[in-house]
């Protein structure tokens, strides 16, 4: 099968497309899935550096998040068939330990993803548990089935279980643009909150207005804490923002903690920028801030956002498609920064 595989840690160009032996059936719950689309987060870009504690065994095949229609099925599958078409939960766990039957499979000591620990999307086939996979509503293209599951499910278990963002409540987004903070605008509205976003491109501000941002700053002539302070005043008693979310990092880590109420949430997912910060312990306990940590989400949680799909909400923006040739276009993009929405690989057609 064609595949956009990892050669090595060596950056992007470590990248490349070869042929390499076909996944097939080997367990009763595997469903084999023929990608339409593969689209790229992040940790893709990440990966091809190296991340701590990912081990690939090389070539490996790319790809976090992926759609397509069903090839073939282990014998006890029941809720897919061959010719369905679906998309792919990345969230890959061990399925019967005592916290993945208690739905907590985040904290699965086997806790995995698709594309990082396992082989990924970006390639004709590819084998996941029946419980990874969901159909997609009939609307719904490729290109957008593919690019909904990780950042979608990413920003839904941060706002919802972890944050818990309610309705009138202000919500900052540092850097809109990319997948999880996008997706994390469209949920933040979807639950009836105050949306404050930031970017240093125009464009991209005049995008998450029409998407519902209330308020939105510029921080190519701004500090991140003049920013923070701007949010601040246009709070009720210049008390600052219920919610944070901050996934740049070393960047805008103090800013986050100035923009933040009283009472407030902080909620990461990642480190763009970098990973160390430090904390005043005497502002922590003084402000009594929650600093929430949050990855990817729960079998319950992808099924909350995929009936919302189903509903015709939460469908991410798609920035560009390309072909799975030159798949390596779309992390070149990743890395300049210059998307808006999903980086798409189309795999077949
Ligand atoms: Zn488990």
């Not at 278990?157 to 469209?186: C, F």
Request: charged share 20%; proline share 5%; with cysteine.
């Amino acid at each position: 099968m064609r595949a956009l595989a990892l050669m090595d840690h060596g950056g992007l160009g470590s990248l490349a497309v070869l042929d390499l032996p076909a996944p097939a059936i080997a367990a009763p719950d595997d469903v084999l899935i023929r990608v339409r689309s593969a689209a790229i987060n992040h940790l893709d870009l990440f990966l091809t550096e190296g991340v701590k504690g990912i081990h690939p065994t090389f070539p490996h095949v790319v790809g976090t998040d992926g759609a397509g229609m069903v090839e073939a099925v282990g014998a006890e599958v029941t809720s897919v068939r061959p010719g369905d078409r679906v998309m792919i939960n990345p969230a890959v766990s061990c399925g019967s330990c005592s916290l993945c039957r208690a739905g907590e499979e985040v904290f699965c000591r086997s806790f995995g993803i698709v594309g990082e620990h396992r082989p990924g999307t970006a390639a004709e086939l590819v084998l996941v548990p029946e419980r990874n996979v969901a159909g997609i509503p009939d609307a719904m293209p490729w290109d957008v089935a593919a690019g909904f599951p990780l950042s979608t499910l990413t920003a839904w278990r941060m706002l919802t279980t972890r944050a818990k963002l309610a309705p009138g409540e202000t919500v900052l987004i540092w850097g809109i643009g990319g997948g999880v903070s996008l997706a994390a605008l469209l949920i933040a509205k979807h639950l009836e909150a105050r949306v404050v976003v930031t970017s240093s491109q125009e464009r991209k501000l005049a995008r998450a207005r029409e998407l519902g941002a209330d308020e939105t700053y510029n921080h190519a002539d701004r500090t991140p804490e003049e920013i923070a302070r701007e949010v601040r005043k246009r709070t009720a008693e210049g008390a600052g923002a219920d919610v944070v979310v901050d996934s740049v990092g070393e960047k805008t880590w103090e800013a986050s903690l100035k923009a933040l109420r009283p009472g407030g949430r902080l909620v990461t997912c990642g480190a763009t920028s970098g990973p160390q910060v430090s904390l005043d312990l005497r502002r922590l306990f003084w402000f009594q801030w929650s600093l929430l940590g949050s990855t990817m989400g729960t079998r319950r949680e992808f099924a909350e956002i995929v009936a919302l799909a189903g509903a015709g909400k939460l469908w991410p923006l798609v920035d560009s498609v390309v072909p799975l040739e030159q798949g390596r276009a779309a992390y070149e993009r990743m890395a300049r920064g210059d998307q808006l929405g999903k980086l798409v690989i189309e795999v077949s057609r």
